[in-house]
């Protein structure tokens, strides 16, 4: 995983609550073994109303998914956050998270920006009003910015996930941290493992 310090570009404002993790990946994307080509079906559901804020050209390319509370709830499923990563986002902004979908997105390098209701309120309207506005997510300095709208506010982000982002540790990098002492516990292992004497 890279290492992610600021997340900068222009954000999709997704006005909805409680998104949950079905939604945002349906079920029937998740036969497939790979972590890859997943953005296709993100929002598939939603995607066939011409309406939906992801079909709109301008807001093409966007790197920051701006949403309403509540986000990722639901099934612990991680697809959620590979989908939304290969589509292109690389942090989500809103004022509560599903636990897991927050763990998981910490693991594959998805910022999970949790700002306050009234902050959260105040992006998605920013975003709303000007397709083009840059947002900057800010990990070292957990602030989300929107110079432009006169925005800057502090996102939570527990001291771990943040340490992981900035370094750009997955779960197997911060396991492969501690090879010396695994390396010291399996050399001990034969000493008190049971045996069998024939």
Do not use: C
């Amino acid at each position: 995983m890279d290492p992610v310090r600021i997340v900068a570009g222009r954000a999709v404002p997704l006005n909805r609550s409680d998104v949950d993790t079905d939604q945002i990946i349906p079920s029937e994307w998740l036969k497939r073994i790979e972590r890859t080509g997943f953005g296709a079906g993100l929002f598939a559901e939603w995607r066939d109303d011409p309406g939906f804020v992801l079909n709109d050209a301008d807001y093409a390319g966007a790197t920051i998914l701006v949403a309403g509370p509540n986000f990722g709830t639901g099934s612990s499923r991680e697809h959620a956050v590979w989908a939304l990563v290969d589509y292109g986002f690389r942090a989500v902004v809103s004022s509560r998270f599903g636990d897991i979908f927050r763990n998981n997105s910490t693991r594959s390098g998805l910022v999970p920006a949790e700002v306050s209701d009234e902050d959260g309120r105040a992006l998605l309207q920013a975003a709303a009003a000007d397709p083009s506005l840059e947002v900057v997510v800010d990990v070292e300095r957990r602030l989300v910015e929107a110079p432009a709208a006169g925005i800057s506010v502090p996102f939570r982000l527990d001291d771990d996930a943040r340490d992981r982002l900035l370094r750009g540790l997955d779960d197997i990098d911060v396991t492969a941290l501690s090879t010396a002492q695994i390396d010291a516990f399996e050399a001990q292992r034969p000493g008190w493992l049971p045996s069998v004497t024939p």
